[in-house]
C-alpha cells in the first residue's frame, strides 16, 4: 500500500499563509490533488493535478509540487477556510487511488 | 449542473450484503470513470474502486474479492455490490466522477453501518 503523509492539523491567524504539506515517494512522477471537507459536507476539489484551480476556486488557494512533496497553500487565511484538507494522489502505475492523512486547518 | 445521488446505504449484519447505487444528471455519464470513495466515522478518505466507461474495474486491496462495482449507462447510474461485510466498511460511501486523475464531483454520500 502506498502512503501520503499529510501533518494532522495547523492552526492559522486569519490574513496569515498556511501551507499544508504532503509526502509520498510517487509523488514526483504522479500529480497530485487537494480536497477541501468542512463538517457534514462532501469534499470539494480545490486544486487539481499539482497547481491548476478549478474554476470558482477562490485565487487564494494555490497548490505546487517538487520532489516527493506536493504543497497546498492558502494565502491570505479566511475563517470560511477552517476545514480538514486531503491530498490525493496515485500509485505508480496511475492503477490505485489514495488519499492522504488529512490535516485539520484551524483558524483562530 | 452535475448531480451524483447515492442510495442504498444502511444498517446490516457482519457478513451481511448490501448494494449501494448512485444515480448521475448534468454530464454524458459514458464518457467519464466513476469511483466509490468512503470515511469511517471521524477518519480520513478512502478510496474504494473505480469504473471505466466501458466497464473496467479496479478496487482497492480492502475490499478486493467483497466488493463490485458496476454500471449501466442506460439508467446514468453506477453501483457498488458490497458482500462479506465487516465493522471495518461501517461508513459514508460517496460517489465521485473521475476526470483528469482526480475527482471533480462528488455526491453527498450514502451511510453504511455494520453491526449485530
Known amino acids: 500500500s502506498y502512503e501520503l503523509t499529510q ?28 480536497y477541501q471537507q468542512k463538517p457534514g459536507q462532501a469534499p470539494v476539489r480545490v486544486i487539481y493535478q499539482d497547481s491548476k484551480r478549478p474554476s470558482g476556486i477562490p485565487a487564494r488557494f494555490s497548490g505546487s ?18 476545514a480538514d484538507y486531503y491530498c490525493q494522489s496515485a500509485d505508480s502505475s496511475a492503477t490505485y487511488f489514495f488519499f492522504g492523512t488529512g490535516t485539520k486547518v484551524t483558524v483562530l | ?15 451481511g450484503s448490501l448494494r449501494l447505487s448512485c444515480a448521475a444528471s448534468g454530464f454524458t455519464f459514458s464518457d467519464y470513470y466513476m469511483d466509490w470513495i468512503r470515511q469511517a466515522p471521524g477518519k480520513g478518505l478512502e478510496w ?10 479496479i478496487y482497492a486491496d480492502s475490499v478486493k474479492g467483497r466488493f463490485t462495482i458496476s454500471r449501466d449507462n442506460a439508467r446514468n447510474s453506477v453501483y457498488l455490490q458490497m458482500n462479506s461485510l465487516g ?6 460511501y460517496y460517489c465521485a466522477r473521475d476526470h ?7 455526491g453527498r454520500g450514502t451511510l453504511v453501518t455494520v453491526s449485530s
Do not use: H
Open chain 2, 100 to 106: 483528469l486523475g482526480g475527482f471533480d464531483y462528488w
Open chain 1, 65 to 82: 509540487s517538487s520532489g516527493t512533496t506536493a504543497t497546498l497553500t492558502i494565502s491570505g487565511v479566511q475563517a470560511e477556510d477552517e
Open chain 2, 48 to 57: 474504494v474502486a473505480y469504473i471505466s466507461g466501458t466497464g473496467t474495474a
Open chain 2, 87 to 92: 465493522g471495518e466498511d461501517t461508513g459514508l
Open chain 1, 7 to 34: 501533518p494532522p492539523s495547523m492552526s492559522v491567524s486569519p490574513g496569515q499563509t498556511a501551507r499544508i504539506t504532503c509526502s509520498g515517494d510517487n509523488l514526483p512522477n504522479q500529480y497530485a490533488y487537494w
Open chain 2, 1 to 15: 449542473q452535475v448531480w451524483l445521488v447515492e442510495s442504498g446505504g444502511g444498517l446490516v449484519k457482519p457478513g
